[in-house]
């Protein structure tokens, strides 16, 4: 697989805290996606690092990217009941196909 | 209009059924995929298309049959299908397979059960 794992699988917390997600693959990378879906839903774009950048920041949404040990971190800060969804990594290869990593499930508690 | 509509929304089929998910967005967009995915799963990757052209295919059964009959639109016809092959269908768009087309927008998929 060109894929690794992200982890972890759940997360659950509560409402007004920090959860931080973990995605780590094998390949080397163009950039690494985070998307977002809701349950039995579609996925939605949340933000895109490429290979030469180390962090990223939109809204309450923080990416690190960590070539050397191939891994990227999502910090969802402040998080709120309407952040509790499915979060999959993503990588675009070589040859331009998106693969997803497994995806952590986070649960915020009101 | 950033969205991609995926028709129907759900389908139940027997293993003699043929049928067809259909695909559509007008964001000028000229990659378009199709996904599966099952249950607590992530996404897999199917079939690429390019510009309407078949650009991937991920070693698909060929009970599954896609079609870009145009740059707005996405066909995949099913075919002998079997109860394993229930999963959740999601369609995506990029605006190319180039540096500006790595964002994949979806749409909503479509919910099939093969009985």
């Known amino acids: 697989s060109q894929q690794g794992e992200e982890d972890p699988q759940a997360l659950s917390i509560q409402e007004g805290e920090n959860a931080t997600m973990n995605c780590s693959y094998k390949t080397s990378i163009n950039n690494l996606q985070w998307y977002r879906q809701n349950s039995g839903r579609g996925l939605v774009h949340l933000i895109l690092?490429?290979?030469?950048?180390r962090e990223k920041h939109s809204g309450r949404l923080r990416v690190t990217l960590d070539t050397s040990k191939k891994s990227s971190s999502l910090l969802i800060t402040a998080s709120r009941a309407a952040d509790t969804a499915s979060y999959f990594c993503?990588?675009?290869?070589?040859?331009?196909?998106?693969?997803f990593g497994a995806g952590t499930r986070l649960f915020v508690k009101a | 209009d950033t969205e991609v509509t995926q028709t129907p929304k759900h389908l139940v089929m027997g293993m003699t059924n043929k049928k067809s998910l259909k695909c559509e967005q007008h964001m000028g967009h000229r990659a378009m995929y199709w996904y599966k995915q099952k249950a607590k799963k992530p996404p897999e990757l199917m079939f690429v298309?390019?510009?309407?052209?078949?650009?991937i295919n991920e070693s698909v059964p060929s009970r599954f049959s896609p079609e870009c009959p145009n740059s707005s639109l996405l066909n995949l016809h099913l075919h002998a299908l079997q109860p394993e092959d229930s999963a959740l269908y999601l369609c995506a768009s990029s605006q190319d397979l180039g540096t500006g087309g790595e964002k994949l927008f979806f749409g909503s998929g479509t919910q099939l059960s093969v009985l």
């Open positions: 690092i490429r290979s030469n950048e």
């Open positions: 298309y390019s510009y309407e052209k078949l650009s």
């Open positions: 993503a990588i675009r290869t070589g040859g331009f196909k998106t693969i």
